[in-house]
Nanobody
């Protein structure tokens, strides 16, 4: 079964950029539609962006025009480029995929902190 590991988070000032990576192991990521979610302290996990096997991308309204999702199947990796970051983007970011309509177990995620 494919396992995903997130990385690339960190502390950045408002207006800055980060690129998150979601690396797959145990199988190929190329056949999967990948979703990015985030969870801020005290809030529910929310969907951020998705990329299909055919590279169709979708974004939550709060990140449209600032975040870009992409995939490099040769590297078994999906990226989330985050520009013009805002303090409200502070959260733990997770990537995941659905198998039979159910998400695989959630990983540890990667912390993104945006200071004002």
């Amino acid at each position: 079964q494919v396992q995903l590991v997130e990385s690339g988070g960190g502390l950045v000032q408002a207006g800055g950029s980060l690129r998150l990576s979601c690396v797959a192991s145990g199988g190929t990521l190329s056949f999967l539609d990948i979703d990015w979610y985030r969870q801020a302290p005290g809030k529910q996990r929310e969907w951020v962006s998705s990329i299909s096997r055919g590279r169709n991308a979708n974004y939550a309204g709060s990140v449209v025009g600032r975040f870009t999702i992409s995939r490099d199947n040769a590297k078994n990796t999906v990226y989330l480029q985050m520009n013009s970051l805002k303090p409200e983007d502070t959260a733990v970011y997770y990537c995941n995929y659905q198998h039979g309509g159910v998400y695989d177990s959630w990983g540890q995620g990667t912390q993104v902190t945006v200071s004002s």
